[in-house]
């Protein structure tokens, strides 16, 4: 049986469903997003890390290091920026291959340049890399080439189970993971049509990607839009104009 208990925290961000989960795996307390009854409520917690330092992930990570007196840790190229996001500089770092507690780190990056993922035998807590339904944001600051090389290299570790930031666990990784790659290739192509349909800037690309009206998650759209853009534009396939309105692409 798992020791891995998910922990769905309503956290008052836009994010699927509303709720991120913080995972508790034996003394380790992962991705504290906000204060609720079930996390004051557990004890022995000597160890609190994130899988990444967006606000929904990161939200009472002091409240609950500071509540069990536990060892704080960040990611240690990103030490500076953990500190930043979260208002608590770290005790201690780990790099890929580390160990917190009872998991290994695996270097997950994309979704943000500092997200890792955590490992508890074929066990993977994911973060933002992936969940059950729908597809993950690539923020501004995140990098597409990267998510999907990070996609890829989880695939070939052939997960049991994946643990993900957002929603149910995947019991069927492999499956969804290519699902994810699939989905971001089909995007891709999109993207590269709308350029060479005449499509010039980020809104207008939006406007003939999507289907539908992405109403409150519209500026999240426009951001995976624009990280599609930056991976094509480094591949060669469209070109970037800078311009004083802003950068326009031709394919």
Do not use: Q
Request: charged fraction near 30%; charge should be negative; hydrophobic fraction near 35%.
């Amino acid at each position: 049986m798992s020791g891995i208990e998910r922990v769905p925290v309503p956290v008052d961000r836009r994010v699927p469903s509303g709720r991120t989960n913080a995972y508790v795996v034996d003394t380790v307390l992962v991705d504290p997003a906000a204060r609720c009854a079930r996390l004051d409520g557990v004890g022995g917690i000597e160890h609190v890390v994130a899988t990444h330092t967006h606000p929904d992930h990161v939200g009472a990570l002091a409240r609950y290091a500071e509540r069990n007196g536990a060892t704080v840790w960040a990611y240690a190229p990103y030490a500076d920026r953990f500190a930043d996001a979260t208002g608590v500089a770290p005790d201690r770092t780990y790099r890929e291959g580390d160990s917190v507690g009872p998991l290994d780190v695996v270097a997950t990056p994309g979704h943000a340049p500092d997200h890792v993922s955590f490992v508890s035998g074929d066990e993977y807590l994911v973060g933002d890399c992936c969940r059950a339904g729908g597809s993950t944001a690539i923020a501004d600051e995140g990098d597409l080439r990267a998510y999907l090389t990070s996609l890829r290299r989880l695939y070939a570790r052939d997960p049991g189970t994946l643990y993900p930031g957002h929603g149910d666990p995947i019991e069927r990784p492999r499956e969804r993971l290519a699902a994810v790659v699939a989905h971001r290739r089909e995007r891709d192509r999109d993207v590269r049509a709308a350029v060479a349909s005449g499509a010039r800037t980020v809104p207008e690309i939006v406007e003939a990607v999507y289907d539908r009206d992405r109403g409150a998650f519209r500026s999240l759209a426009a951001a995976t839009v624009r990280a599609h853009l930056d991976k094509l534009v480094v591949e060669g396939r469209v070109t970037r104009e800078e311009t004083p309105d802003g950068p326009r692409y031709r394919a």
